[in-house]
């Protein structure tokens, strides 16, 4: 890497390999969520996840670079952890409530990820990438808060108790 824009192109096919991954590891969640409402932010998510990975795409097919090719290994390490929380032998409220930290892990990196590729975007002059950059930065920051509702309101609750 010489420049920023080298940089650049590198968080992004990282971020590509994140929700690539990330799409299978939420199917999981889905699977494995005891609660509606998780369930549903879970199922929610998993759409999202797919249309940040397109937005890259197009991110890419714009500036003329494969998305591939790199491995997110923070994502990779992340999934694995929850991968290995779901084998926990646990009750379903204490599995739920984990899920959600082991979730927002997962949306804490992301939300760091797009801010920093939405400010490289800006100071590269690439303003409508910026814009799509920063609408998935939104989401995710969503997603995170939604997750943390529902913690905050009913499954921690019912897992302490």
């Keep these: 890497m010489k420049d920023l824009q080298d940089l650049f192109e590198h968080q992004l096919k990282d971020l590509y390999s994140a929700e690539d991954q ?22 929610n998510h998993l759409e999202e996840t797919k249309v ?6 197009e991110i890419c097919e714009d500036l003329g670079i494969d998305p591939e090719g790199e491995m997110c290994k923070a994502i990779e390490g992340l999934i ?36 920093t590729a939405v400010r490289y975007a800006k100071e590269l002059g690439h303003q409508s990438i910026a814009a799509k950059l920063q609408k998935t930065l939104d989401e995710e920051y969503q997603a995170d808060q939604e997750l943390n509702d529902l913690a905050e309101e009913r499954l921690n609750k019912k897992a302490k108790e």
């Design 22 to 43: 990330l799409t299978d590891a939420l199917s999981k969640m889905v699977k494995n969520a005891k609660d509606s409402n998780l369930k549903k932010i879970f199922e």
């Design 52 to 57: 940040h990975k397109k937005r890259i795409e």
């Design 80 to 115: 694995k952890e929850a991968e290995d929380f779901l084998n926990e032998d646990t009750t379903n409220d204490v599995k739920n409530a984990g899920m959600i930290a082991e979730a927002q892990r997962v949306e804490h990196y992301e939300i760091s990820a797009y801010g």
